[in-house]
């Protein structure tokens, strides 16, 4: 049996860059050697592609940096293939399908996705317009709000905009959420307790983004599900995030052994789940999502079912609530990733018998 061919692009010109590599190597090893030839594709923090070729230390090294790295290449269409190709040797080799693990901007907002579509290469997750809005939780929460769909109140800034905490506080109250628009894995985000932690918490949002939200801080659970499919999407079972940190924080969710633990499946009642797998594959459609998708919430001592946000790219790493809470529903590792590569390539088919010419 021919191997298919599967690009895995990783790193990336983003603040998630490190979180990248260690998804990327658990997708590595979860491939099958008998069906797939991964070809390992990392992006620098300066925005250059370079062929992984020692695959042995980057599956034994979930910390692996992008450094050192020579072998330079470059995507090219040929009578209809798409290639990998170096710049200083010989290498080519034709890409089957890639799977962008890349995490933030610069590969989760569509901009990668994009470059692929132009490429004409079958690609894991999301096209553009349902990767762009994912990312951008101001254009990703008005759509969900005009769907009916319940969501946190927000409000949203620009760079130079006057920001008056005295008015926020008044729509708003206390605690309150101050978030980049744009990013993900909770880089830039604050809570905010008072005025001179308010602040502090704008500066940093505007550190990562140029556009930052402001939200009500909802008390409740923390719950995820994930989603699977493109026109027709599945939700597996919820887990619970079960935090020791004051919100589910970037060194919660990757460095803290102690900064929080999960329950799977979460304990909620039968109406609760299919309220929250309904809503999840609801706002996987609302969103224009395909392949893959993370759909976080908070469940409120009254029931209530809030969207916090959706994640195009879920992490992949050991820890990451996306293949946990599939593999807790009874698809495996290693079958998640057939499905996700098998729906990039049946997405990629049926857009290629789409007419481009009208007579």
Same mark, same amino acid.
């Given at each position: 049996?021919?191997? !298919? ?66 072998? #330079?290449?470059?995507? &090219?269409?040929? $009578? ?17 399908? &890639? ?20 490429? %004409? ?6 096209? &553009? ?25 927000? !409000? ?25 628009? $744009? $990013?993900?894995?909770?880089? %830039? ?22 556009? !930052?939200?402001? #939200? #009500? ?30 919100? =589910?924080?970037?060194?919660?969710? =990757? +460095? ?7 329950? !799977? ?38 029931? *209530?079912?809030?969207? $916090? ?6 992490? +992949?790493?050991?820890?990451?609530? =996306? ?9 495996? =590792?290693?079958?998640?990733?057939? #499905? ?12 290629? *018998? ?6």
């Amino acid at each position: 049996m021919k191997k !298919i061919k599967v690009g895995i692009i990783f790193g990336g010109k983003s603040s998630e860059h490190e979180i990248s590599i260690m998804s990327a190597r658990n997708v590595f090893s979860a491939l099958d050697p008998k069906k797939y030839e991964p070809l390992l594709i990392g992006i620098s923090k300066n925005g250059k592609w370079y062929l992984q070729e020692d695959t042995d230390k980057f599956s034994s090294s979930a910390t692996l940096m992008l450094q050192n790295l020579e072998n #330079e290449v470059r995507l &090219v269409t040929k $009578n209809d293939d798409t290639n990998l190709v170096s710049s200083i040797n010989n290498f080519s080799s034709k890409i089957d399908v &890639v799977f962008p693990v890349l995490h933030g901007t610069n590969g989760e907002d569509g901009t990668v996705q994009g470059l692929l579509k132009l490429a %004409g290469v079958p690609f894991v997750g999301s096209g &553009v317009l349902g990767s762009a809005i994912g990312m951008d939780k101001d254009v990703a929460k008005r759509l969900l709000r005009d769907a009916g769909i319940l969501i946190a109140k927000f !409000i949203v800034f620009r760079k130079g905009e006057e920001i008056d905490y005295a008015k926020v506080v008044k729509q708003l109250g206390l605690p309150m959420f101050v978030k980049p628009a $744009n $990013n993900g894995s909770s880089i %830039g985000i604050s809570k905010v307790k008072n005025k001179s932690q308010f602040s502090q918490a704008i500066r940093d949002a505007f550190r990562f983004d140029r556009k !930052i939200l402001i #939200e #009500e801080a909802i008390k409740g659970r923390e719950i995820e599900c994930s989603v699977l499919g493109n026109g027709t999407p599945k939700a597996s079972i919820p887990g619970e995030i079960i935090t020791t940190h004051e919100f =589910y924080d970037y060194e919660a969710k =990757y +460095f803290d052994k102690n900064g929080a633990r999960t329950e !799977i499946p979460a304990k909620l009642s039968s109406n609760t789940i299919k309220l929250i797998q309904e809503t999840a594959c609801r706002a996987f459609q609302v969103l224009n999502c395909e392949g893959m998708a993370r759909v976080d919430f908070f469940v409120t001592k009254e029931g *209530k079912v809030y969207v $916090n946000e959706i994640n195009t790219i879920p992490g +992949f790493t050991n820890i990451s609530m =996306y293949p946990k809470l599939w593999e807790a529903s009874g698809v495996s =590792y290693s079958r998640l990733i057939d #499905e996700l590569i098998d729906l990039a390539i049946k997405r990629f088919e049926e857009e290629k *018998k789409l007419q481009t010419t009208y007579a």
